[in-house]
């Protein structure tokens, strides 16, 4: 079964600080990993993905993760947060062996950035 | 283009009544999911449709919670005798059924259900 884990509940960061926020997975085929961001009182938003290729993938608003085959790992990263990126994260992967499309979603991560 | 769009978006019920959400999901979109959002929680998986195949229910969480898809569009999920701990935010997610594994799901904004 595939799973998903993001280790923080909440991370505060200061603006214009660079940002992580975490997010572990278990599959058992290749993974296909994706960042999603929730706005207060919205839907999820897809922010970027990883299907193969390089391991740093770059999307929306300057985000950009990195993929750890080995570490199964794929954080999430800024270089320079800002206050508008406040909001609520979630990793999912999706797990294709055998056709399938479920995508499992971590508990998410509230980014908190301080003015 | 028009995204996914849910109603209601806010229900409030009373325990005890059966309600339904209703889901319309980005028009060509083969797949659709349903996922649950409580307080505190992530999202917890409920059911998808994928064309014309069997869906996958493994997601729902008790006999009370049904869905179905007609015509490979629109999506309806009921719940009947709803309990408080229904009480969650009801999220539904489309993807073209095309070029997955790569395609990301396509969020509506949700329909917010309290049971009273």
């Known amino acids: 079964a595939q799973s998903v884990a993001q280790p923080e509940d909440q991370v505060n960061v200061a603006e214009g600080n660079p940002l992580t926020v975490k997010c572990t997975y278990s599959?058992?085929?290749?993974?296909?990993l994706f960042w999603y961001v929730q706005y207060p009182n919205r839907g999820l938003q897809f922010l970027l993905k990883y299907i193969t290729g390089d391991n740093l993938v770059k999307g929306s608003y300057g985000f950009e993760a990195e993929f750890n085959k080995s570490q199964t790992s794929f954080h999430l990263k800024k270089p320079s947060a800002l206050v508008s990126d406040s909001a609520l994260y979630f990793c999912?992967?999706?797990?294709?062996?055998?056709?399938?499309?479920?995508?499992?979603f971590g508990t998410g991560t509230k980014l908190q950035v301080i003015p | 283009g028009a995204g996914v769009s849910q109603s209601p978006s806010n229900k409030v019920t009373e325990k005890g009544k059966d309600v339904e959400l209703r889901c319309d999901p980005i028009?060509?979109?083969?797949?659709l999911y349903w996922y649950r959002q409580s307080l505190g929680q992530g999202l917890e998986f409920l059911i998808y449709?994928?064309?014309?195949?069997?869906?996958?229910k493994s997601g729902l969480p008790s006999d009370r919670f049904s869905a179905e898809r007609t015509g490979g569009s629109v999506s309806t999920l009921t719940i009947q005798r709803t309990q408080q701990e229904d009480s969650a935010v009801y999220l539904c997610a489309s993807s073209p059924g095309q070029d997955w594994p790569n395609s990301p799901l396509h969020f509506g904004n949700g329909t917010r259900l309290t049971v009273t």
């Open positions: 999912a992967v999706r797990d294709i062996s055998g056709g399938y499309q479920k995508v499992t």
């Open positions: 599959v058992s085929g290749n993974p296909y």
């Open positions: 449709f994928q064309g014309n195949s069997a869906p996958d």
């Open positions: 028009s060509g979109h083969t797949a």
